[in-house]
C-alpha cells in the first residue's frame, strides 16, 4: 500500500499563487509517477499534471500549461504542485495520485490521497 498525504490549498484570489505538497509513504518502491487530478463541484476528475519518480517526464493538461508546475524531491517521497496565475475555474478539490506507469496514463493512478481544496476568488 502507498499512503498520499496532500497540503498547500486554500483560499486566494484571481491572480494568486498556491503550492501543494503530496508526501508519499509507504509501498513508494511500487510506484513510477505522481500526479495531481483536480474535481470542481458537478464536474468530473480531471487530470492536471503528472511526474516520474526517475527521469522526471512531466505531462501537464491544457488548461494549466504556463502556470502551472510539478516538481518532485526523491529523497523526501514529496511532489510539488506549483499553481499561478490562478484563475475561479481552478476551484476545485485537488487530489494526489501515484502509478506504476507513465505519469501521462491517466487510467493507471491507483493510489490516492484525501484531497485538498483550493478555491479561487475573482
Known amino acids: 500500500q502507498v499512503q498520499l498525504a496532500e497540503s498547500g490549498g486554500g483560499l486566494v484570489q484571481a491572480g494568486g499563487s498556491l503550492r501543494l505538497s503530496c508526501a508519499a509513504s509507504g509501498r513508494t518502491s511500487s510506484t513510477d509517477a505522481m500526479g495531481w487530478f483536480r474535481q470542481a463541484p458537478g464536474k468530473d476528475r480531471e487530470f492536471v499534471a503528472g511526474?516520474?519518480?526517475?527521469?522526471?517526464?512531466?505531462t501537464y493538461a491544457d488548461s494549466v500549461k504556463g502556470r502551472f508546475t510539478i516538481s518532485r524531491d526523491n529523497a523526501k517521497y514529496t511532489v510539488y504542485l506549483q499553481m499561478n496565475s490562478l484563475r475561479p475555474e481552478d476551484t476545485a478539490v485537488y487530489y494526489c495520485a501515484a502509478s506504476p506507469s507513465h505519469p501521462a496514463y491517466t487510467s493507471r493512478y491507483n493510489y490516492w490521497g484525501q484531497g485538498t481544496q483550493v478555491t479561487v476568488s475573482s
Open positions: 511526474i516520474n519518480w526517475i527521469g522526471g517526464s512531466i
